[in-house]
């Protein structure tokens, strides 16, 4: 069975590895960084408990910290609300699709309740992964 020092190192190289091979937003990456401080500090502290308490301790406050680094990206938010033209109509409660920006998206309208007609300017307000939540201009501006 290898050393205490040998197992922390070889689990933090594979969770170093995993981060490239299945990205997980640095998660494995701090995990494994952790291990490979711990394999240092089992040199001195051979009891277990304490070593996996550090790697825990160690985890959680370098993925904060990670978190703090890296930007977060808000691709789902519309920075300014944008005019959009429908192409088709948009039920109540049902998906249509807009012309954006010189692109065909599926959208729906934020208000469940209301139906669009095709070719009514609409306002973007939100993106939904491929669907775009669209308002119609005039409740905006009235």
Known sequence: MPSP???WMIAGVALCVME??????????TMG?????VALV??????ASIQVALWLVLSVILTLLMRRLVPIRKSRLI????EAKTLTNILPGQT??????GNSWQARCDDPTLAIAPNEKVIVVER???TLVVLPEHLIHE
């Open 79 to 82: 920075e300014d609300s944008k």
């Open 128 to 130: 939904q992964g491929t």
């Open 20 to 29: 490239l091979l299945l990205p997980t937003a640095f998660v494995e990456l």
């Open 96 to 101: 249509g699709r807009v012309i954006y920006e």
């Open 5 to 7: 020092v040998v197992s």
């Open 33 to 37: 960084i952790s291990a490979l401080l």
């Open 42 to 47: 089992a040199l001195v502290v051979p009891q």
